[in-house]
């Protein structure tokens, strides 16, 4: 009896650009619609990121997770290419890469699946492909390195370990529910076997909906609300925040991404005072209201002083030394996944920071070294793992992932 046929051999990788251009019925637009007012409950949604409808077109100019709420249940895997790896073989990669990401997204199975009833509608799965630095050594592709994309320098409250550090490709997986997440994740991973292997895996999840069903900014795990000073998708500030428009021209209408995965330590945390929390972040923890203000969205008041003469907003808070002002306008678009870790019984506890800017070297570095200097914070967040990578634009019906640096 002949045995089953792979999935390369039912799908071929020649055949890999022409399904992704063909399975495009059924596809639902995603509908970025305007967030709804503030719920009074913890952080309103005057200009968060968009609301997604259920299932998320995935043709347009940039990758659409970028833009997107942070998804409910997300997975990032980074890959480090195997030996023999070059561009073509790259390149056939991310096109079947992208018979996938049309696939999955539209609630479909991908090509051979060989689990197709787990491929379902309305749960608003996206998958975010990132290349790492080491991309551009490979013959081919050194002159195409965007600007700045390097390996961070370790900062001094750094403690990195390389099993969540670094990597030549990532994967960010998310939707609305997980076993979509990993059925995704485990058909993309098996699509590269030929060209790389996981490097390592990263679990997170969010909650971005109130009580009452409107989108909010959503909490990390010290009860903050987490994103407030963010750029709102679909403005001018957003657009120069996140999108490059420089650089190589391939690369125009991407974006680079940090990954920083921060350890919390709850414990000490919780032996605070709220007063002492909210006065280490400069907010307030019921509604994310700056101290200096009432709603989430007020903007901070960073010369007030109380009747003692201190700063309201203390020359430490975070909120402060994130804040552009301080800063010389830089921005950044800041995202966050929570993450629990078991080993035994013992739980590790954090944060999967995700930040996404047109420049590392210009944006991201001064924040970092700024924040790695003086943040309060620092006394109960250690950063254990950290990568960067270039998020290629989006695609159109009949193109792929990277067609403009890998063709």
């Known amino acids: 009896m002949t045995g089953r046929p792979s999935r390369r051999q039912l799908f071929g990788y020649a055949g890999a650009a022409a399904a992704g251009a063909a399975i495009t019925g059924g596809v639902v637009a995603g509908d970025f619609a305007a967030l709804g007012k503030d719920n009074g409950n913890g952080n309103g949604s005057g200009n968060g990121p968009a609301v997604l409808a259920a299932d998320i077109d995935s043709y347009g100019d940039h990758q659409p997770a970028v833009a997107a709420p942070s998804p409910k249940h997300a997975e990032l895997v980074a890959l480090n290419l195997l ?12 096109r079947l890469w992208t018979a996938d990401i049309v696939a999955l997204g539209a609630g479909r199975p991908a090509p051979g699946d060989t689990a197709p009833e787990l491929a379902v509608p309305g749960v608003a799965l996206t998958v975010t492909v990132g290349l790492g630095p080491r991309i551009f050594i490979l013959p081919g592709l050194t002159s195409f390195k965007p600007g700045g994309l390097d390996d961070l320098p370790v900062m001094s409250h750094d403690r990195l370990d390389p099993a969540w550090s670094g990597g030549d490709l990532l994967l960010l997986v998310g939707a609305d529910d997980a076993v979509s997440v990993v059925h995704a994740v ?8 030929p060209f790389a292997k996981p490097a390592w895996r990263q679990t997170g999840f969010w909650n971005g909906t109130g009580p009452d069903g409107t989108p909010v900014t959503g909490r990390n795990l010290f009860g903050q609300v987490d994103g407030s000073g963010n750029p709102a998708p679909g403005t001018p500030d957003f657009d120069t925040t996140v999108w490059s428009a420089d650089g190589p021209a391939w690369f125009r209408g991407g974006t680079t991404l940090v990954v920083r995965r921060i350890r919390m330590n709850l414990d000490t945390w919780d032996e605070l005072t709220r007063s002492e929390q909210e006065r280490a972040v400069g907010r307030k923890l019921s509604n994310g209201a700056p101290l200096t203000g009432a709603t989430e969205r007020d903007e901070l008041d960073l010369e007030k002083r109380d009747a003692d003469g201190r700063l309201v907003i203390a020359e430490n808070a975070h909120a402060r030394l994130s804040h552009h002002s301080e800063n010389d306008g830089r921005r950044i678009f800041r995202k966050g996944l929570n993450y629990v870790q078991d080993t035994g019984a013992t739980r590790e506890s954090g944060l999967i920071f995700l930040s996404y800017q047109a420049d590392v070297a210009g944006q991201f570095l001064p924040l970092l070294a700024r924040l790695d200097a003086a943040d309060a914070l620092n006394e109960w967040t250690t950063t254990i793992g950290s990568a960067v990578f270039a998020i290629p634009p989006g695609f159109r019906e009949g193109g792929w992932v990277a067609r403009e640096l890998l063709e």
């Open 186 to 193: 485990r058909r993309l991973v098996a699509d590269a076997a």
């Open 83 to 94: 030996g023999g790896t070059d561009k073509a073989a790259l390149g056939r990669l991310m």
